[in-house]
Nanobody
Framework: QVQLVESGGGSVQAGGSLRLSCTAS????????LGWYRQAPGKQRELVAT???????NYADSVKGRFTISRDNAKNTVSLQMNSLKPEDTAVYYC??????????????WGQGTQVIVSS
C-alpha cells in the first residue's frame, strides 16, 4: 500500500504564493505520473497540473504561467509552486499519484486534500 501526506495549504492574499507538497510512502516500487487536482465548493474536481515519470508537464489553462509542478523521485515527492494566486484558485487541492507497489498492480492514490484560500 501507498500512503500520501500533503502539506503547504493555507490562506493568502491575492497575488501571493504558496507551495504544496505531497510525499508518498509505503511499499513503493516505482512512481508513475504525479499530479495535482482541485475542487472548489459546488464544483467538480479538476486537473491542475501533472508531471510524468520523465518530467513532462501539463497544466490547466487557468494556471499556466503561474503554477509550477515538480517532482523529487529520490524523496517520492511532488510539489506545486503557486504564484500570483487569485481568489478563483481557492479550493481543496489533492495530490494524485500513480504507483506500483509490492502488490505488483499499478494503482492510483489520492491525498487527503489541503485547503487553499485566496482572499481579494
Amino acid at each position: 500500500q501507498v500512503q500520501l501526506v500533503e502539506s503547504g495549504g493555507g490562506s493568502v492574499q491575492a497575488g501571493g504564493s504558496l507551495r504544496l507538497s505531497c510525499t508518498a510512502s509505503g511499499s513503493i516500487i516505482t512512481l508513475y505520473a504525479l499530479g495535482w487536482y482541485r475542487q472548489a465548493p459546488g464544483k467538480q474536481r479538476e486537473l491542475v497540473a501533472t508531471i510524468t515519470s520523465g518530467g513532462a508537464t501539463n497544466y490547466a489553462d487557468s494556471v499556466k504561467g503561474r503554477f509550477t509542478i515538480s517532482r523529487d523521485n529520490a524523496k517520492n515527492t511532488v510539489s506545486l509552486q503557486m504564484n500570483s494566486l487569485k481568489p478563483e484558485d481557492t479550493a481543496v487541492y489533492y495530490c494524485n499519484v500513480g504507483a506500483l507497489s509490492r502488490t505488483y498492480t499499478p494503482e492510483t492514490y489520492w491525498g487527503q486534500g489541503t485547503q487553499v484560500i485566496v482572499s481579494s
